[in-house]
């Protein structure tokens, strides 16, 4: 099974390139990554040799200029319709070398059209690192919309995967934009709340 993952960047940072090495190390190698830059200028340097170096596994788009990362996400959905599968990345996070692998077992195993699993976040306090497993193990099945709506949404957007036939279908509906520009209360909850709906009860937490 093909997965596209979705990655909006401004530029180079440190954090983007980690983020890219972790799609490069995934143990499922039947990946593409769709890389939009929306730092209004081109990418150069080390970034731009590395995307470069992995051929026909990345693709760069380029914004003419700032559109944010809500509006970069649903450019690089419109490139990922032809994928079993699109994850998705944020340039200052990273995957384990499994995520992809242990995530699409289960989406298929449990014919999830919507999935998302814990995770760890990580804090920075001058030279220590704390951090903590966050768990997101009630949002999922029948309830999960509802959990949403009264609670907010503990959901990180990296550890989201979503099927080809509801990404289809959310484009379809909400005319190729998932993610909404400026929707009070995060573009990203926004996002999971319009593809959950569409997922009707096959929303899986791994």
Known sequence: ??????LPTRGLTWESVRAIESV????????KLIIINDSGSKIAGKLRKLIVSLGHKATLIDNKFNVGAAQSRNI?????????????LDSDDEYISQKLSIQLEKMITLG??????????????RDLINSAIVSTSLIQGPKALQKIASSGSPVATPTVMIAKNLLKKALSKYKGE?????????EDTAAWIRLINLADTKVVHI
Do not use: C
């Open 24 to 31: 490069i190390s995934q143990t499922h190698k039947n990946f």
């Open 112 to 125: 999830g059209l919507i999935s998302h699993t814990d995770y760890v976040a990580m804090e920075r306090n």
């Open 178 to 186: 998932i993610f909404p520009n400026g929707e009070w209360g995060g």
């Open 76 to 88: 690089g959905l419109q490139k990922a319709l032809n994928f079993d599968f699109v994850s998705f």
């Open 1 to 6: 099974f093909s997965v596209a993952v979705i």
